[in-house]
């Protein structure tokens, strides 16, 4: 079982207080705000400016953060390590269930699709990445709200139109209030032809590095019907695998 390493969460709690204080600190201020030692704080900043990530002001003696953990940032961002997990986490998805799945984050009040793994069945469901839908016909949106605070989650319900895209579509707030409240033990969201007729999906989300982000099984209404114990499964198993917990 992995462990909490504290000097590596100290490390980060660092950066937290700067970023929360905007402002240079002294070696006293930073113990006082992470609640150590002032030897123990003084050794942890001291290791940060020898790796370049602080610098020390010669006459007041106060900490300041460089630009250097920017750099880093910058260079993680440009690689854009999201990608390279929606794609793996996709395959295995698509290569458990056989159908289709897809990668969805929070655009306003919709989802956006971030990523799609195609079925290799002759028959299936396909969204092209950077297509955005209604958070109440899809089972990643639903799985986006689920995730959220009952606040947050109400708060961005308000904000949507309800404009029905089939016949199964649901059409007011309190009905996919209830609906979301109903499936949230579950850790999973279903979606029945509400989004498109004939099409069925089972949602998850949760967060990756920070970021909330939804994944779904996408197929047939009549094959999710017929394997939907087997796709519930993989997808519990994803959920508990795949995000931060």
């Given at each position: 079982m992995p462990q909490i390493i504290p000097?590596?969460?100290?490390?980060?709690?660092?950066?937290?207080?700067?970023?929360?204080?905007?402002?240079?600190?002294?070696?006293?201020?930073?113990?006082?705000?992470?609640?150590?030692?002032?030897?123990?704080?003084?050794?942890?900043?001291?290791?940060?400016?020898?790796?370049?990530?602080?610098?020390?002001?010669?006459?007041?003696?106060?900490?300041?953060?460089?630009?250097?953990?920017?750099?880093?940032?910058?260079?993680?961002?440009?690689?854009?390590?999201?990608?390279?997990f929606a794609s793996e986490a996709l395959e295995i998805l698509t290569r458990q269930s056989g159908e289709s799945s897809m990668c969805g984050l929070l655009d306003g009040n919709k989802v956006k699709i971030y990523a799609s793994q195609e079925s290799p069945r002759a028959l299936r469901y396909v969204l092209q990445p950077g297509t955005t839908l209604e958070l109440h016909v899809t089972a990643l949106g639903k799985a986006i709200l689920g995730e959220m605070d009952e606040a947050s989650r109400n708060a961005l319900i308000d904000t949507l139109h309800f404009e029905p895209v089939t016949s199964s579509s649901i059409t007011a707030a309190a009905a996919l209030r209830a609906q979301i409240e109903e499936q949230l033990p579950k850790k999973y969201f279903i979606t029945r032809n509400e989004g498109n007729e004939g099409v069925s999906a089972i949602g998850i989300a949760g967060r990756v590095g920070g970021q909330l982000t939804a994944l779904s099984i996408v197929g047939p209404t009549h094959r999710i019907d017929d394997d939907v114990e087997k796709y519930i499964k993989i997808i519990l198993d994803a959920r508990a695998e795949f995000f931060e917990s």
């Open positions: 000097t590596a969460q100290r490390v980060l709690q660092v950066f937290e207080v700067y970023a929360r204080e905007r402002r240079p600190l002294s070696n006293s201020e930073m113990a006082r705000y992470l609640d150590l030692a002032d030897s123990s704080c003084s050794d942890l900043l001291y290791t940060l400016r020898q790796a370049g990530y602080l610098l020390r002001s010669p006459k007041s003696r106060y900490f300041h953060p460089t630009a250097r953990l920017l750099d880093v940032a910058q260079g993680i961002a440009a690689a854009d390590p999201l990608q390279a």
